[in-house]
C-alpha cells in the first residue's frame, strides 16, 4: 500500500486491488495506521490528488524528516542557543550530529555537553515536527581582581578615643578610656593583603575577554615605621609611642597628655599628637604635627593639628568684638577630618566636617563633606552662620524657623579652579603669541649669509621653540585637569536635608544662587543642568 521511494518521499500505490482510499481524510487514517505513521503529511499534492488535478498509480502522502538542530550564537557571544526539531517519520539527531551542529555554528568555548544531551532527550518526548529551545553553551563574564587591602594590625588612638570604658555597673565613663594605645620597635603595625589579577572571561566563540586587575596600593612607611626586610608586606614600628594612620600606611607618633590646657599649662605646641583628657580654657592654643584629642570642651581656643581633631564635648566661642564680628574666638583647624558633638560660634576647618548634634552661628569650611548629626543617620541642626565651602552637605534641619539669614556655598573653591583656568588660557596664548615670533624671527635668519652666525642663531631659536611647545603642552595638560576637577566637584555638590530647609537659607552651588523662601520638607538641592534644583525625597 504504501512504501518510500529514494527520495524519502511516502508514496501510496493505486491498484486494483488497492484503490486510493475515498477521501483525504480516510487516506491519513490509512497513513497513520502504517509504519509511516510520523512522516511529514503532503497536504498539496493530497489536495491536487483528491480535486482531480492530478492522477496517476502513484501518490505523493508525505515526506520522511530527519531531525534538525539549528545553533545560533547571541549577538553579545555570551551564549549559543539551539532549535531542536523533531524528526518526522525520519532520523532522530544523535550526540554526535548535535555537536558537529555546535561546532559548525561558530561555537569554541563554553560547550556542555550536559545541556546538548538534556535538549536532544526531548526528541523522544515531543510529538514528530515539534520545536523546542535550549542553551547549549555560555560564555564567562571576566571578574575583575580585587584591590590591595591594608589591615591595622593594632589599635590607633582614634580606635581607644572612640571606646570609652564602662564602669562596673555598666555605665560609660567618658572620660576614661583606659591604657593608651602604644607600640614597641618591632611591633607589626600594618599588613598589606596583595590586590588580586583577576579571572578573564571568554564568549562561546572564544574570544577572551580581559579581567581588569585590582588596585595595587603602596604600604608606605610613615615616622618612627619601616618595612620588614624579610616581609616587604608587613610595616613594623621601629621606636615607641602611639601608632597613627597615614596615607597608605601608618606612623607611629611620641603623644604628649595633659589634664587640662589653661594659663597654668600655657600653649602647646607639640612634633606629635596631643591628648587632652579635659578642657581647653579660654584663650589657649593647641598644635599638633599628629593629631589632637580633647575628651572636653574647647571655649575661645584655637587648635591646628596635621591630622584628625577629635572633640567629646562641645566647642563654644564668641564673635571677637576687639577685632570685628566675623571672627571668632573659637576656630578648629584640622587636616584631617574634625568630630565633636556640637559647636556655637566657631570657625571650623578640616577635610571632613562630623557634628553629632548641631551648629549654631559658625563658619564652616570642608573640603568634603560637612555632616550634622550621627553619620548613619544625620539628623542633626545647622543653622545660623555660614558654609563658607564644602562639597556635600548633609543634616536633618537647615536654617532656622524664624527664617532668619543664612548662607551656604558648596563648592565655593570652584571660583579658585576658574582663574587658575583663566590664567592657563591668557598663559597660553603668551607662548602661542612667543611662538609666531621666533617663527618670524627663523625666516629672517634663514637670510642671514655668515653660514656660522645663521647656524647658532638658528639654533638658538630652535632652543626656545623647544621649551615654549613643552610650556604650552603643560598649560594645556594643566587645562584638562583643570577642567575635570571643576565638573567633577560640581557633579557630587549636593545639600540633603533630611527633615527640613527652612525660609532665609540661601544657596550657592559654584556660581548659582537659590534663596529659600519657604519651608520645604525632607529634599535635596544640586545642581542639573546649570541651574539649582530641589528634589524632594519620598523616603
Known amino acids: 500500500m504504501f512504501k518510500l521511494a529514494h527520495n524519502g518521499n511516502v508514496l501510496f500505490n493505486v491498484t486494483q486491488e488497492t484503490p486510493a482510499p475515498p477521501s483525504k481524510t480516510a487516506m491519513l487514517e490509512a497513513l497513520q495506521q502504517s509504519e509511516f505513521a510520523g512522516c511529514k503529511v503532503d497536504d498539496e499534492h493530497l489536495d491536487k490528488f483528491y480535486s482531480g488535478e492530478e492522477s496517476g ?271 571668632l574666638t573659637c576656630q578648629i583647624n584640622a587636616g584631617g577630618n574634625l568630630h565633636i558633638s556640637h559647636a556655637q560660634y566657631c570657625y571650623l576647618e578640616a577635610t571632613n566636617i562630623y557634628i553629632e548634634r548641631q551648629a549654631s552661628h559658625c563658619q564652616l569650611k570642608a573640603l568634603e563633606s560637612l555632616i550634622v548629626g550621627p553619620e548613619e543617620s544625620p539628623n542633626g541642626k545647622l543653622f545660623g552662620g555660614e558654609v563658607l565651602d564644602a562639597c556635600r552637605l548633609e543634616a536633618g534641619e537647615i536654617g532656622s524657623e524664624s527664617g532668619a539669614k543664612m548662607r551656604i556655598n558648596l563648592v565655593a573653591r570652584g571660583a579658585d579652579i576658574t582663574a587658575d583656568n583663566d590664567a592657563c588660557v591668557q598663559q597660553l596664548s603668551q607662548t602661542d603669541d612667543k611662538l609666531a615670533s621666533l617663527q618670524d624671527a627663523l625666516e629672517k635668519a634663514e637670510a642671514i649669509k655668515d653660514a656660522e652666525k645663521k647656524k647658532q642663531l638658528i639654533e638658538k631659536i630652535g632652543a626656545t621653540q623647544l621649551a615654549l611647545v613643552q610650556q604650552a603642552d603643560e598649560l594645556e595638560t594643566k587645562l584638562s585637569s583643570l577642567d575635570n576637577t571643576l565638573h567633577s566637584l560640581l557633579d557630587g555638590a549636593n545639600l540633603v536635608a533630611h527633615q527640613r530647609l527652612n525660609s532665609g537659607v540661601e544657596i550657592h552651588i559654584f556660581d548659582k544662587v537659590l534663596k529659600t523662601a519657604r519651608q520645604y520638607p525632607p529634599c535635596v538641592v544640586k545642581l542639573e543642568k546649570s541651574k539649582i534644583e530641589v528634589e524632594f525625597k519620598t523616603s
Request: aromatic content about 2%; cysteine-free.
Open 57 to 327: 498509480p502513484s501518490i505523493v502522502v508525505g515526506k520522511r524528516v530527519d531531525a534538525t538542530l539549528e545553533v545560533t550564537i547571541s549577538d553579545d557571544k555570551m551564549s549559543a542557543m539551539g532549535r531542536l526539531t523533531t524528526a518526522q517519520g525520519g532520523k532522530a539527531l544523535d550526540l554526535e550530529a548535535g555537536k558537529k551542529a555546535i561546532v559548525v555554528a561558530g561555537v569554541r568555548r563554553g560547550y556542555q555537553q550536559a545541556l546538548l544531551e538534556k535538549l536532544l532527550q526531548q526528541q523522544f518526548e515531543l510529538a514528530p515536527g515539534s520545536s523546542v529551545k535550549g542553551t547549549l553553551a555560555r560564555g564567562r563574564l571576566p571578574v575583575d581582581g580585587q584591590p590591595s587591602e591594608l589591615i591595622k594590625q593594632t589599635q590607633t588612638l582614634k580606635d581607644r578615643i572612640n571606646k570609652p570604658k564602662r564602669r562596673e555597673d555598666g555605665t560609660v565613663d567618658m572620660r576614661d578610656f583606659g591604657k593608651l594605645a602604644s607600640v614597641q620597635p618591632g611591633t607589626v603595625l600594618m599588613i598589606q593583603k596583595p590586590a588580586t589579577p583577576g579571572k578573564e572571561g571568554f564568549t562561546v566563540t572564544g574570544d577572551v575577554l580581559e579581567a581588569k586587575p585590582g588596585e595595587q596600593l603602596s604600604l608606605t612607611p610613615g615616622e618612627g615605621t619601616e618595612l620588614n626586610p624579610d616581609n616587604p608586606l608587613e610595616l613594623r614600628a621601629t621606636v615607641s609611642g602611639v601608632p597613627v594612620e597615614s596615607p597608605n600606611g601608618m606612623r607611629v607618633d611620641d603623644i604628649f597628655t595633659i589634664k587640662e590646657v589653661n594659663v597654668k599649662s600655657g600653649h602647646i605646641d607639640f612634633d606629635g599628637s596631643v591628648v587632652i583628657t579635659h578642657n581647653v580654657e579660654p584663650g589657649m592654643r593647641v598644635t599638633a604635627k599628629g593629631e589632637i584629642s580633647v575628651l572636653g570642651t574647647v571655649e575661645s581656643g584655637i587648635l591646628n593639628a596635621t591630622g584628625d581633631i577629635t572633640i567629646k564635648q562641645g566647642t563654644i566661642g564668641h564673635p571677637n568684638h576687639q577685632q570685628n564680628d566675623a571672627e
